[in-house]
């Protein structure tokens, strides 16, 4: 493992304190200094942590990134190197003696549905590095759920030149998936980078994108509201907060257009399976459905419990309707091979071809991660509003 010089270290002292050798009588004793983490030009990462008094610390990653123990120096500053990585964001913390914490030196961080993670970047992959281009802008907003009674939050992209003032825009509603949050697209997911180089590259049309909340809470704005304790999170009233909430909000409070033919709707996992069940029903509001690593969950199962009906008896009215299917320009699924939900898209498929549809399924390599689901939004939003 490479050593890291103390001329490039931060200290992390939040943790523990450093128990000091006897100084000399007036001098005051120089502390370990830490930064964490350090991406080296070949793609290994070093994470580092100041945890003297600790017995065991381990790096506890996220996604891709292995779980890996850390080993501590003279200086009691634990270290681990991995990699090389592949270029893009990896989510990661630290488990010091069975307490998980983010990296106290690193002040970037995504949040999901119930945590929040350190962030690292790797850079290298193009369509999602940080350029010197025209950026667009990510906004935090907060609005009043009438379908919910509570207050809640998105995220919106807004593209370069937006804030001139000038003319109206397309939108995609992008939707993230069970476990996530509304910040998750725009931070580990690259969004508004894969957005602004796509759009600099004439690639793709100015867009705004509306990324909100699809966890329900019984209270609580975002993932959660000043330390209180809330519900855990379900998924029953989205579709109600997304059409008389947040899209009648995106159109009043953003210059985008109303139309069909403007609006997209896309999402992953669970976001995917909510863009179909909002889209499907209602193809008169939307002309562009992606799905990704997704489909309508529980379509495999033949089993009817209580008698109910399945997701697609209750909308085969909808699904044969040949009038909405005209103004349909694309339902585009993909879906690593290597993931557990492959049989479920294609199920999904086979159900809309039965039906009338021609859906695009592109069964890419990978499984159920945020390689996959950067790479399908850098090639899904090419395809919108053309």
């Known amino acids: 493992m490479r050593i890291l010089t103390a001329a490039i270290l931060l200290t992390a002292t939040a943790l523990t304190p450093l128990i000091w050798a006897q100084p000399t009588p007036g001098h005051r004793p ?13 793609g290994h990462i ?5 945890a003297p008094n600790a017995q065991r610390v381990r790096l506890a990653a996220n996604d891709t990134l292995p779980a890996k123990e850390m080993t501590i120096g003279s200086n009691g500053v634990w270290q681990v190197e991995i990699g090389p990585v592949a270029p893009g964001a990896y989510r990661y913390m630290f488990n010091v003696d069975g307490v998980s914490v983010i990296d106290p030196r690193n002040p970037t961080t995504s949040e999901s549905d119930d945590n929040t ?13 940080t350029k010197e281009l025209p950026h667009g802008a990510v906004a935090t907003v907060t609005y009043y759920s009438t379908s919910l009674h509570q207050f809640r939050r998105m995220h ?60 329900i809470r ?6 959660s509201e000043g330390g209180a304790t ?15 909430d947040i899209l009648p909000y995106a159109e009043k409070n953003y210059r985008i257009y109303a139309d069909r033919q403007y609006r997209a709707i896309a999402g992953l996992s669970m976001g995917g399976e909510q863009s179909l069940k909002i889209a499907l029903p209602r193809l008169e509001k939307f002309a562009y459905v992606g799905v990704y690593s997704a489909g309508i969950f529980g379509i495999l199962d033949s089993s009817h419990p209580n008698n109910k009906p399945t997701w697609e008896e209750q909308h085969k009215d909808a699904l044969d309707d040949a009038k909405l299917k005209k103004g349909l320009k694309l339902i585009w699924f993909a879906t690593g091979k290597d993931d557990s939900l492959i049989g479920t898209s294609r199920a999904t498929v086979a159900m809309l071809q039965k039906h009338g549809f021609e859906p695009v ?7 159920h991660t945020w390689i996959n689901w950067r790479n399908y939004l850098n090639e899904f939003a090419p395809l919108l509003f053309q």
């Open 30 to 42: 120089q502390t370990p200094q830490v930064f964490s983490p350090t991406v080296l030009p070949d």
């Open 156 to 215: 919106i992209y807004t593209p370069p030149g937006y804030e001139l003032g000038k003319g109206k825009f397309p939108v995609l509603y992008l939707l993230h998936g069970s476990g996530d949050c509304d910040d998750s697209w725009t931070s580990v997911g690259r969004a508004g980078f894969i957005l602004d180089n796509l759009i600099a590259s004439k690639k793709a049309k100015p867009m705004v994108v509306v990324m909100p909340a699809g966890h």
């Open 230 to 244: 809330v519900a855990r999170p379900k998924r029953e009233g989205f579709e109600d907060d997304f059409m008389n």
């Open 361 to 367: 399924l592109n069964e890419s390599t990978g499984g």
């Open 218 to 223: 019984s209270s609580g704005l975002g993932s």
């Open 46 to 50: 070093i994470f580092s942590i100041s």
């Open 117 to 129: 993670w350190s962030l690292v970047y790797v850079p290298g992959a193009d369509f999602m590095d």
